[in-house]
């Protein structure tokens, strides 16, 4: 005979849980999966290096300064005064206003700016303007006034008629510009002395 239908199992009772009391003071700890950088693969490191280079050429490019285009649109002459002793000399004094083409991303608010003009190695004269704007991605137009101070008359005659004929005119410049320069909502002092 079958001894499991001769003894019954015993009945089984339910299992009840007591809750333990909340411990307040008793940390808690959550664990992490171990990260190992080591196993990062190289060509994922080559293409983050890549691209980082890229950025950073791209930033360097667009905010690297950038020649103006400059026009004269208006001329107005000022003065003109003849000196015979001891040689045949001549003062002019005119009235500019130049339109600046400005390519980069920064404006510029100049004080002072005094540009020193030569011709094959002697000074003709200054362009001189006081308070100006020069705006960021755009045109501003600037006012100055070029003086030509005792300018020989009869030296330089033949080369800038060759020059003329050549279609430019090689002019030396010292510019000297105190200012503030503008990128986005900051401003950065600026003091310079440039020779072309």
């Known amino acids: 005979m079958d001894s499991s239908k001769a003894n019954p199992p015993p009945p089984?009772?339910?299992?009840?849980?007591?809750?333990?009391?909340?411990?307040?003071?008793?940390?808690?700890?959550?664990?992490?999966?171990l990260h190992h950088p080591a196993t990062a693969s190289p060509r994922r490191l080559h293409t983050i290096?890549?691209?980082?280079?890229?950025?950073?050429?791209?930033?360097?490019?667009?905010?690297?300064?950038?020649?103006?285009?400059?026009?004269?649109?208006?001329?107005?002459?000022?003065?003109?005064?003849?000196?015979t002793q001891p040689h045949v000399l001549v003062d002019i004094s005119l009235f500019l206003t130049i339109k600046v083409c400005n390519a980069d991303?920064?404006?510029m608010d100049y004080s002072t700016l005094d540009v020193a003009v030569g011709y094959r190695g002697k000074m003709l004269g200054h362009v001189k303007s006081d308070h100006g704007h020069v705006m960021a991605l755009g045109s501003s137009y600037v006012d100055a006034e070029l003086e030509?101070?005792?300018?020989?008359?009869?030296s330089d005659v033949v080369f800038l008629l060759e020059?003329?004929?050549?279609?430019?005119?090689?002019?030396?410049?010292?510019?000297?510009?105190?200012?503030?320069?503008?990128?986005?909502?900051?401003g950065f002092p600026l003091k310079v002395r440039a020779s072309i």
Do not use: M
């Open 49 to 83: 290096c890549a691209v980082s280079l890229i950025l950073l050429a791209s930033v360097a490019y667009i905010l690297y300064p950038s020649e103006p285009d400059i026009d004269v649109v208006r001329l107005r002459l000022n003065r003109v005064q003849f000196h």
């Open 163 to 186: 020059d003329l004929a050549k279609g430019t005119v090689p002019l030396d410049t010292v510019t000297t510009i105190d200012g503030r320069v503008g990128l986005l909502f900051f």
């Open 148 to 154: 030509f101070d005792g300018v020989e008359v009869f």
């Open 105 to 107: 991303v920064y404006s």
């Open 12 to 33: 089984t009772l339910p299992i009840y849980y007591t809750p333990l009391p909340p411990q307040p003071d008793a940390p808690n700890y959550i664990l992490l999966p």
